[in-house]
């Protein structure tokens, strides 16, 4: 099975740098993807992580250790629209067809304040 | 960009009904997902489908059944519905034909209420 940790809540300042950590334990790994959610609406795809390293696009960046089973979201000049819900979410599948859904940990409740 | 398109968005039951919700996936996306979201819960995989057949079955009960028509669209039946049915239920696309690594793109989703 699959076991994706994250923090149940974070507070930051409205123009402040937040990092979300995601820890998990999976069965296969064939990817790390970041949603953004707000309530009662649809999971917005944010960045995924195939390989170790770093991805930046704008002021969200994802980073992924596959050794450790260690991903981050850093968001950055934090904005009030930017208070939701982000998940982490596992992929297993390797196989055309087979198991890639995507298998999400409990999310982290943003807030962000004036 | 079109995106995905569920119907109804919003819908209300009595215990012991049934209920269809439809998908409409992003043109040329090959598989499609169906995810079940209670209040303050992170969505659940129930099934999906990859090229109209189905290719993996998450926490879907034996009430529930899904398919994927010749157009690529899908359709969740769920017949004695339950009041802990009650949720919002995603449908997702992907491209996964060729490439190693796609999203998931969700709709809007539906919101089921048993009374």
């Known amino acids: 099975g699959q076991n994706i940790d994250q923090p149940t809540e974070m507070t930051a300042t409205e123009g402040a740098i937040v990092q979300i950590n995601c820890t998990y334990q999976?069965?296969?790994?064939?990817?790390l993807f970041w949603y953004q959610q707000h309530a009662g609406e649809a999971p917005t795809f944010l960045s995924y992580n195939v390989l170790d390293g770093l991805e930046e696009k704008g002021r969200f960046s994802s980073f992924l250790s596959r050794s450790k089973g260690y991903s981050y979201l850093l968001l950055k000049e934090l904005q009030m629209k930017d208070s939701a819900s982000y998940l982490c979410?596992?992929?297993?599948?390797?196989?055309?067809?087979?198991?890639?859904?995507?298998?999400f940990g409990s999310g982290t409740q943003l807030t962000v304040l004036p | 960009a079109a995106g995905v398109i569920q119907s109804p968005r919003h819908l209300i039951k009595e215990k012991r009904e049934t209920a269809t919700l439809k998908c409409y996936p992003i043109p040329r996306h090959d598989t499609v997902y169906w995810y079940q979201q209670g209040p303050g819960q992170d969505p659940q995989f129930l099934i999906s489908?990859?090229?109209?057949?189905?290719?993996d079955k998450g926490s879907i009960p034996d009430r529930f059944s899904a398919q994927q028509f010749s157009d690529y669209h899908s359709e969740l039946n769920m017949s004695s519905l339950e009041l802990g049915d009650s949720a919002l239920y995603f449908c997702?696309?992907?491209?996964?034909?060729?490439?190693?690594?796609?999203?998931?793109?969700f709709g809007n989703g539906t919101r089921l209420t048993v009374t």
């Open positions: 979410a596992v992929r297993v599948g390797i196989s055309s067809g087979s198991a890639r859904q995507l298998t």
């Open positions: 489908f990859y090229e109209k057949m189905q290719s």
């Open positions: 997702a696309s992907s491209r996964d034909r060729g490439l190693d690594v796609s999203p998931l793109h």
């Open positions: 999976t069965s296969g790994f064939n990817g």
